[in-house]
Each structure stands twice: as structure tokens, then as C-alpha cells.
């Protein structure tokens, strides 16, 4: 019997597991007929999903919490059962920006402590002249990018509420926006950091794993009163995205599998920037310096496919840090129980013993552990706690 789906994505480069699972035949291997419908905003892809267009969405992992807790929208459960991508995002800056910003560096290019602290003292520059606020593109106010940029900044005492402007933008609208100047910087999932850098008119200052070591970026999301009803056809729909990822991951398909992410109705850029992003060696500068890290994105490999509910933690910890939510232990409970391991275990016919979760690390801040959210929050000078 086959099963008939409806998949929203988003036109970033970890959508690449669905696509590839659709495009290779890997879905209707397992019974799936799949149409991929390509969206331009993560808030419609979260009300389709929600309101059952969409059977199943490439989702930024935050939105899957939001909506399960009813934060910005309706209350609608969503479960995870697998991870499409841990890292990729970046974050690029005007050539003005990274000039301003190197002129107050003082220690590596690369720290995002010393970045973080360069922007401090800019800010404070900007402020003494009676210059505006610098622009920061975001995705979403429930995303990794959201989340990524405050973490970043405030490590050195900069407000991202106060300091800064914070502003929502689709991601293929970032690098038109950084070119028209409506913003000073962005944060992005790949490839739209690169081809900002290929027009010449951004730098890529970090990858997000120079800020967090191993972060949850999108996931697989379905709602839970569907994957209920079709415990068969998520299992389906977890081992046909198991199966793109290791397409993905074996060198010698990566020629064809930035063609296939290419296509116009799939990614839409040059086959060669998709392929730099699955390398992980980046052009940073439009004057072709590159940049080269094994952890830039993963796709499958290290585990990234299994969903880790500590990453789950982090993210609703993120939330209450910034007022969008109050602290509560029932909340992070349904946070956390979003990200499914039992549902990607039991597809895969693995027993999940002695699975344990990595850690969560970042440049800055205290070592985090669920188990003490409230102290771990407390620990932070910046933030907006809501009562």
C-alpha cells in the first residue's frame, strides 16, 4: 500500500535528506509518494503543518517547540523523529560592518568572544555619534538564528532588545536585504551566507559552530495526533531520510547531489556553492578566502540524524531567557519531549540502549543542564526574563 504525502521545505541545503529521499527513490521505496512543496516562510510552513496541508515539514526545531507549547500561535503538538541538520547556520556582515568590527578586535578573527566584544565597543561607538542601531536579520522569533545571534552578542554585555534591531526576514531574502542596506549583518542557514560572499557584498564572520559546538537546527516535524494514526508511515519516513543521508554523506555522490539540491524547484543556487556547503570549506570573503570546518553542517553523519532532547532543553531555555515564555518544569518537559529518539530508534530497529545524548557546549556561559534550568539562567547578566 503505498502512502500519499505532502512535504513542506524551506530552500536551504538541510532540507537535502527529503529531497534526496524523494529524488533518488528512497521514499517510494518505502511506500511513499511524496510532493515536496518548496515555501518561502517558515510561518507558513508552520500554519500548514499545523492546519494539515502539509503531512510532514522540513521545520526549524524551535518552531516545533513553540507550537507544541502554543508560544506566538495555536497550541498545536508536533513531534520530531528525526533531525535533518545539526549547525549550518552563519553569521555574515556588511563589508562597513566586519571593517568596523576588525578595527576594534583585539585577539583572533575567529574567537566570537573577541568578535562579540568588537561589536561592543561599535555599538558604543555608534551610540556616542547618534548613528541608528545596527540591523540584524534573523528567520524566525522562534529560531536557532534568533537564539544563535542573542547568545553571541550578549556574551559581551550587548543587548540584543536595546543595543541592536532585530529583524524577521525569509531566508532567501537576506542577501537581497544586506545588499539594499536594510540590514548590517544577517544569520542564515547555508547556502545563502555563501552567496552573499560570491556577490561580493557580505563576509562570513562565524559559522555557528564557532558558537555552539553541536546545535539542532531543522528537523522533521509531523503533528502528534497524525504520527499517532501513522506509526508506519513516519517509521517509512525516517528510514527514507536515513537512506538520503548516507547518500548524502558518501563522496562519491556529492557531485550529483548538489546537481539534484540545484534544480530550480529544489535549492535554486549553483551546484557549486551547494557543494561547498556539504564540504564544509566556505569562501568567507568576497576576495576568496576559505574557511574549512568538518562540523560547518551535518547532515547525517555523528549521529546528527537522531533527535537528542537536551538539544530540545537548550532551545526552550533560549525562550524563557528571552521572555518568550515563563520557566516552568511541566513546559520543559513538553519541550524536550518533542524530539523523539524512541520514534528514530524504533524505524531503524534499534534498541536505543546506551544511546546517551552528547553534551551541550557553547564559546560562553556555564556548562548546561536541563536539570537546572533555573540556575543555569541566572548565570547570565543579559537576558529578559519574563516573572
Not at 568590527?101 to 575567529?110: K, Q, S
Not at 545563502?192 to 516535524?221: P, Q, Y
Request: glycine residues 8%.
Amino acid at each position: 500500500m503505498t502512502a500519499t504525502l505532502r512535504i513542506g521545505f524551506i530552500p536551504l541545503v538541510d532540507a537535502a535528506a527529503l529531497i534526496i529521499a524523494v529524488d533518488k527513490g528512497f521514499a517510494a521505496a518505502e511506500g511513499l509518494e511524496v510532493e515536496l512543496v518548496r515555501e518561502v516562510s517558515w510561518s507558513n510552513v508552520r500554519d500548514k503543518l499545523n492546519i494539515g496541508l502539509f503531512d510532514a515539514a522540513h521545520l526549524l526545531a524551535p518552531v516545533a517547540i513553540a507550537s507544541s507549547l502554543g508560544l506566538g500561535h495555536v497550541k498545536v503538538p508536533i513531534v520530531a523523529p528525526f533531525s535533518l541538520g545539526i549547525n549550518g547556520n552563519a553569521i555574515t556582515v556588511s563589508p562597513a560592518l566586519l571593517a568596523a568590527l576588525m578595527e576594534e578586535i583585539d585577539g583572533d578573527r575567529f574567537d566570537p568572544l573577541a568578535t562579540a566584544k568588537a561589536l561592543a565597543k561599535v555599538v558604543a561607538k555608534r551610540r556616542k555619534a547618534g548613528a541608528d542601531p545596527l540591523t540584524f536579520g534573523m528567520t524566525f522569533p522562534f529560531s536557532t538564528h534568533n537564539y544563535q545571534l542573542r547568545f553571541w552578542m550578549a556574551a559581551a554585555g550587548v543587548d540584543p532588545d536595546e543595543d541592536v534591531r532585530l529583524v524577521v526576514l525569509p531566508p532567501p531574502y537576506m542577501v537581497d536585504s544586506l545588499a539594499n542596506g536594510h540590514v548590517d549583518a544577517f544569520c542564515v542557514g547555508a547556502p545563502w551566507n555563501s552567496v552573499a560572499v560570491d556577490l561580493g557584498i557580505g563576509h562570513i564572520l562565524h559559522f555557528v559552530s564557532d558558537i555552539l559546538v553541536r546545535a539542532a537546527e531543522k528537523v522533521l516535524a509531523v503533528r502528534q495526533i497524525w504520527a499517532d494514526k501513522h506509526p508506519d508511515v513516519v517509521a517509512a519516513l525516517v528510514r527514507a531520510a536515513v537512506k538520503g543521508t548516507e547518500f548524502i554523506e558518501e563522496t562519491a555522490n556529492l557531485a550529483e547531489t548538489s546537481h539534484i539540491l540545484a534544480q530550480p524547484e529544489r535549492i535554486g543556487v549553483d551546484a557549486e556553492v551547494i557543494q561547498r556547503t556539504l564540504t564544509g570549506r566556505l569562501k568567507i570573503s568576497p576576495d576568496g578566502t576559505f574557511r574549512e570546518s568538518a562540523r560547518y553542517l551535518l547532515v547525517g553523519r555523528e549521529g546528527a540524524g537522531r533527535p537528542e532532547p537536551v538539544q530540545a532543553a537548550w532551545l526552550y531555555a533560549q525562550m524563557v531567557r528571552w521572555g518568550q515564555t515563563a520557566l516552568s518544569a511541566e513546559a520543559l518537559k513538553t519541550a524536550m519531549a518533542v524530539f523523539r529518539p524512541d520514534l528514530y530508534d524504533a524505524a531503524l530497529g534499534h534498541s536505543g540502549d546506551g544511546q546517551a545524548s552528547t553534551p551541550f557546549r557553547a564559546f560562553a556561559g556555564p556548562a548546561f543542564d536541563p536539570a537546572d534550568l533555573g540556575g543555569y539562567l541566572s548565570s547570565f547578566e543579559v537576558g529578559r526574563r519574563a516573572p
